[in-house]
């Protein structure tokens, strides 16, 4: 069904929050609120750099992605033990299918952990946990990506990948995260090769604060299925035309791009037009303890900065199944989901 039933935009707020949606974009470890990590510091011992919980989130005013990754590894040094990544999974994916999030694809970073001599059984069992447990509980469809930091090496990248491996079936790809700026995908190439050989999904960010060079090498090198961001593809016509030809999902952050100034605020953010050139767009939250928002907030937000209407909310619920990784006939049963709460909304 191409056309959606006519809803009132009256009804738009409450149609974002109870459509069904997939969540396609999120980091765990940028889940973790700061009382959860006051919570976590506490038993485990860790002494954190900020006295209280509002002096920590009050240090949440960024100027760029740099300055949001120095306080998000600081508040990941708190996840110890395999209980704690669990109980930061569990938290999260309440959230989610509180906003009717019916499908979460989490990435979580690794080597942010190993690095400090946490086990990766440890990370994977713990986060591996909360998804089984979540979906038994309230349904929610849940899966892991493990993504190799961008800022680091490609051989530290082939280590993270064969300490996971033993782990193989409780994730179901590899993503590319961290610092864009200066570490072009290109820098990961044969350790992509890799992953694909072994079945394993792929997905990048690329055209966040990058250029659309790194999208066009997202793609054709490491032969990513998704591109995470991906806003600047408009500055290249050439681009704009491949990932519309090719349906090649981006899955978009808006509060977390006009956190990170990557637009000047909402009301100039590109979704709209992303969504009008035809590709495959989607809303998700990226970091929504740091960013100001939940996967709802970012919907909420971004319609009311950019006026878009209730066809929009429904291309955009749609193309968050269609890019998801899930069995096509969970796909067809959250189409028919969708369709069902347009009806009810369009009856009002
Ligand atoms: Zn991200």
């Avoid at 930091?149 to 491996?165: G, M, Y």
């Avoid at 960013?291 to 209407?309: E, K, R």
Wanted: proline share 5%.
């Amino acid at each position: 069904m191409l056309v959606p039933p006519p809803v009132d935009a009256a009804h738009l707020p409450a149609l974002l929050q109870a459509m069904p949606k997939a969540e396609l974009h999120i980091h765990i470890e940028g889940s973790l609120e700061p009382e959860l990590i006051f919570e976590l510091a506490e038993r485990n011992g860790v002494r954190l750099p900020y006295a209280s919980v509002e002096a920590l989130r009050s240090a949440y005013a960024f100027s760029d992605l740099q300055s949001f990754l120095d306080i998000y590894y600081a508040g990941a040094s708190v996840l110890l033990h395999e209980q704690d990544f669990y109980d930061m999974a569990r938290a999260y994916l309440a959230r989610a299918a509180g906003d009717n999030v019916v499908r979460a694809e989490i990435f979580f970073d690794p080597q942010t952990h190993t690095a400090r001599g946490v086990s990766m059984q440890t990370v994977i069992q713990g986060l591996h946990r909360a998804c089984v447990d979540a979906q038994r509980e309230s349904g929610i469809s849940a899966a892991l990506i493990l993504c190799f930091l961008r800022h680091l090496s490609e051989e530290e990248a082939f280590a993270t990948l064969e300490q996971a491996l033993p782990l193989r079936d409780q994730f179901i790809g590899v993503g590319l995260d961290s610092s864009e700026l200066g570490h072009p995908p290109e820098k990961f190439e044969r350790v992509f090769a890799r992953c694909r050989e072994l079945g394993l999904h792929r997905v990048a960010h690329a055209g966040e604060e990058g250029p659309p060079a790194y999208i066009w090498s997202a793609l054709d090198v490491l032969h990513a299925e998704r591109i995470d961001h991906g806003v600047q593809a408009l500055k290249d016509e050439a681009l704009v035309a491949r990932l519309a030809s090719e349906r090649v999902p981006l899955t978009v952050c808006p509060l977390s791009n006009q956190k990170l100034c990557v637009f000047p605020d909402l009301a100039r953010h590109n979704l709209r037009q992303l969504l009008d050139a035809g590709l495959c767009a989607t809303v998700n939250s990226d970091d929504p303890a740091y960013f100001g928002g939940y996967i709802n907030d970012n919907f909420l937000q971004v319609f009311a900065a950019t006026g878009m209407t209730p066809a929009h909310a429904w291309q955009l619920a749609r193309n968050s199944f269609q890019a998801s990784f899930a069995p096509e006939a969970d796909k067809r049963a959250w189409e028919v989901r969708l369709k069902s709460v347009f009806s009810d909304f369009s009856g009002r």
